[in-house]
């Protein structure tokens, strides 16, 4: 009985997914679902970012954060004493 339960556990795919990806820096490349290199709203409230974060990162407020945008408002978050989100 041992035995087939083991390779029936084994053997059931659902059980080998893969954990979702763990840090904020992760689950936001991730969350670049047409792999573009920058994010739509979509794609930033996806990876679990504040609305607000979108509005003050998106520079040239053209609906999407680029990576220089995030740099640089990673950048003036710390100039003005806030704790960017961890990467």
């Given at each position: 009985m041992r035995l087939f339960l083991a390779l029936a556990l084994l053997a059931t795919p659902a059980l080998a997914q893969t954990a979702p990806p763990a840090s904020p820096r992760e689950?936001?490349?991730?969350?670049?679902?047409?792999?573009?290199g920058k994010w739509s709203k979509e794609e930033w409230l996806a990876a679990g970012r504040r609305d607000m974060g979108f509005a003050m990162i998106d520079a040239d407020k053209d609906g999407f954060v680029t990576q220089p945008e995030l740099m640089e408002g990673m950048k003036r978050m710390q100039a003005m004493g806030m704790t960017p989100p961890p990467q």
């Open positions: 689950r936001l490349i991730a969350a670049d679902a047409n792999k573009d």
